[in-house]
């Protein structure tokens, strides 16, 4: 752990009270951070309890000597201090200085020894030491708080914090959104670092960088499996936890936000870095224009939940100096304790305007400055919460799902959190997307662990919870029997996401195995529905069984109603030996390995045909859900359930495990091939009938027993049998002309 810092100090330098802003008063109140003039910037900050706001301009010399050059703001005005600072430029390292009541107690953390970030900052640069003087109260040796009353802390915190600074928005390319449609979006889920770090093609310079994302090999990758939708891991400004440093590890993941509007600079490359934030987010712009060249999306995971700030005894950065009753969710019956529901220590409030405006501004800017096509909310629930209840019209999503720059994009949600009612899967508002949990826990759980019920000799459950999951999720996105809700596409259907096992991960291995983390193997979930197939770990015996199991979950995942989403690098069968949360791993157990062999590129060929039959088909991207009855004009119902005898599948039978073979039967309403799917969940082979449908032969398109996808000769005539294979998935199309 780092108790000093490579800068110094000399005493700063009080220049003077800012001038008033040229800005009328209501637009001040509510235009908060960094506006650049040509003779300086205007600046506004929320700190509603403060006595006095000083923002520090930092100078750092060659020999790392820090100056400040201090400004008095005006205020407050509706809790906004604000001024205008002459001669101030791009590339001008910055902070604020807060004063005022020092009382733990009751929530009151003002100290001018800390140098806070601006919340509203585009860009972040500077070393983080974690020591004493990043703290406002008074810490020992190991960073616990002195015994007794917390102790105001006077160690000046500049020299070991990150600093704002002032950017240059200036971009010579384009900027704007693609807009895809849900019913072609494919998402891919992947980090910045991770997906680029051992790609072939990509230049060492530009790997795990932004650059690299953008970079010709990565997109050619993306695109000849048929992505159009780059979801990456946070990116916004990021900071290690103190556990984490303790340890020696980071914060790969990058779930500990640091600032809301600036990019993390770490994954810039060396030359952007080096040349300072504006570099650093022009960088981000132009990975984002090539990829709305290519045609892919760019959704960003973001973190309004909780800071990095930590729990009540945790680090003073930003929020909690500037104040944190103005951010922070506190408890009912002591202001001086959080009230966590994210598990991280700490969690926003959106109950308070100024969160709100926060995260909304922050949204906001990254579409219009930065073209980012959508977001996907960690820990949603937090930012839909009354206190103990969420509320699904929450006005934070009423004011994002109405806002005219916000409501066209993707907006998707993380649906749960770690408070009290806080799994909401299905119950946030239209037009926003779920991520289904429910879809992840049924495809498990009927192709793993319901498999190796049977081979232990045991009865398995019924199908009638994938059969939802396969259908759309109706139960949890419409409302009622009657078509209609916020509709299919508003399942973000997964089978694995960061956090968790690999798709390999899920067949090799029964348990999690996070020793790397350095916890004692405790974290991580211990529910992964997962399936070894015999033997812990990598055994080249059990790879053909394994492989057949993946091809199911990924087959289920690209030919179920809903949206799919992967996980990067699934589709070559990467692994990360077992560890199941590898958040504190940037290194080679969570970077993807590219080097792949010959069953790899097998299993990516038959990713990438799953792929296309989807893309070209849309029998398979049904927008409502299914009646069971005739769509308009057709003759056939949009969908039907036959068992394996060719007859149609009697209510009663789907309470019995010998419903784990059966046939579902899409409708192209007469515009599009139908769709026939056998599948079959028992471990022995069984014979399927082929059922009417039009009275015409269906074609073999993909049988999940291939090792890879290949041309059929196989006709299957109505009323006649064929063969599957037990734990197996058959797909047949029909032209209905």
Not at 63 to 83: D, K, Y
Not at 280 to 285: A, I, S
Not at 498 to 519: C, I, M, Q, S, W
Not at 689 to 712: C, I, M, N, Q, Y
Request: aromatic letters at 10%; one cysteine or more; charged letters at 20%.
């Amino acid at each position: 752990m780092t108790r000093t810092s490579r800068h110094a100090r000399t005493p700063a330098r009080y220049v003077a009270r800012a001038p008033e802003q040229t800005l009328p008063r209501r637009i001040r109140a509510n235009r908060l951070g960094v506006t650049v003039l040509p003779d300086g910037i205007d600046v506004s900050v929320v700190s509603t309890h403060a006595s006095l706001v000083e923002f520090c301009a930092v100078d750092i010399d060659g020999a790392g000597t820090i100056r400040e050059r201090r400004f008095a703001l005006n205020g407050p005005e509706l809790g906004v201090w604000s001024g205008f600072i002459p001669g101030i430029k791009p590339g001008q390292h910055y902070g604020f200085r807060v004063h005022g009541r020092w009382d733990p107690d009751a929530s009151m953390r003002h100290n001018p020894a800390k140098l806070l970030v601006d919340p509203y900052a585009l860009g972040v640069a500077g070393d983080y030491d974690l020591g004493p003087a990043v703290y406002s109260h008074q810490v020992d040796d190991s960073l616990h708080p002195l015994p007794g009353r917390r102790r105001l802390s006077e160690l000046d915190s500049a020299p070991h914090v990150p600093h704002s600074v002032v950017v240059d928005e200036s971009y010579d390319g384009p900027v704007g959104t693609l807009d895809l449609p849900w019913s072609t979006t494919v998402i891919y889920e992947a980090h910045v670092r991770g997906l680029t770090m051992a790609m072939p093609g990509v230049p060492a310079h530009l790997r795990g960088t932004y650059a690299g994302v953008a970079h010709p090999a990565t997109i050619t990758h993306l695109k000849e499996l048929g992505i159009t939708a780059l979801q990456l891991l946070p990116i916004h400004a990021k900071l290690p936890e103190p556990f984490l440093i303790e340890k020696g590890l980071t914060n790969y993941w990058g779930y500990n936000t640091l600032g809301f509007f600036a990019p993390e600079p770490s994954y810039a490359t060396k030359a952007a870095q080096e040349a300072g934030p504006s570099a650093v987010l022009r960088e981000v712009k132009g990975m984002v224009s090539l990829l709305h060249e290519a045609g892919i999306e760019v959704i960003l995971d973001v973190v309004y939940n909780h800071t990095c700030e930590a729990g009540i005894d945790g680090p003073t950065l930003s929020w909690r100096g500037l104040g944190e009753s103005s951010f922070y969710m506190q408890s009912g019956t002591n202001p001086a304790d959080f009230w966590d529901v994210t598990g991280t220590g700490n969690s926003l409030d959106f109950r308070l305007r100024r969160v709100t405006q926060m995260a909304l501004d922050s949204l906001r800017y990254w579409v219009e400055k930065v073209g980012i096509d959508g977001f996907r909310f960690d820990l949603a629930v937090t930012l839909g919460r009354q206190g103990r209840e969420f509320i699904p019209h929450h006005p934070f999503y009423v004011a994002m799902t109405t806002d005219p720059v916000l409501r066209s994009r993707k907006l998707i949600n993380e649906p749960w959190d770690l408070g009290p009612n806080g799994w909401r899967t299905g119950q946030f508002p239209s037009p926003t997307a779920d991520w289904n949990d429910r879809f992840r826990n049924a495809v498990r759980s009927f192709w793993l662990t319901d498999q190796r019920v049977q081979v232990d000799g045991h009865k398995p459950h019924d199908s009638r919870e994938l059969v939802t999951r396969l259908s759309g999720s109706a139960d949890l996105f419409s409302r009622g029997r009657t078509p209609g809700g916020r509709g299919t596409f508003a399942s973000i259907n997964f089978i694995t996401a960061h956090d968790g096992f690999t798709l390999r991960d899920l067949v090799t291995y029964d348990g999690k195995h996070n020793e790397a983390n350095l916890e004692g193997n405790r974290d991580g979930t211990n529910d992964n529905r997962s399936w070894n197939h015999g033997a812990e770990g990598h055994n080249p015996e059990l790879l053909e069984a394994r492989l057949k199991s993946m091809r199911n979950l990924i087959g289920t995942l690209l030919l179920s109603s809903g949206t799919p989403m992967m996980t990067a690098g699934d589709e070559i069968a990467r692994t990360q030996d077992g560890n199941n949360n590898p958040y504190c791993q940037d290194n080679e157990l969570s970077w993807i390995d590219w080097r792949t062999e010959p069953w790899q590129d097998d299993f990516h060929a038959t990713v990438s045909h799953l792929l296309q039959l989807r893309r070209e088909h849309e029998v398979f991207r049904p927008a409502g859900f299914f009646s069971g009855t005739p769509r308009t004009g057709d003759s056939l119902p949009d969908v039907t359930w036959i068992d394996r005898g060719g007859a149609e599948m009697p209510a009663w039978k789907w309470f019995e495990p010998s419903s784990r073979t059966f046939q579902m039967l899409r409708s192209g309403g007469g515009r599009d091939v139908d769709a026939l799917l056998m599948i079959n969940g028992l471990v022995d082979d069984a014979e399927f009938t082929v059922p009417t449908g039009r009275g015409r032969p269906f074609d073999l398109v993909w049988d999940s027993a291939e090792p890879r996808p290949k041309r059929f000769d196989e006709l299957a005539l109505p009323g006649s049998t064929v063969m599957v294979n037990g734990q197996s998935i058959r797909l047949y199309l029909s032209n209905p002309s």
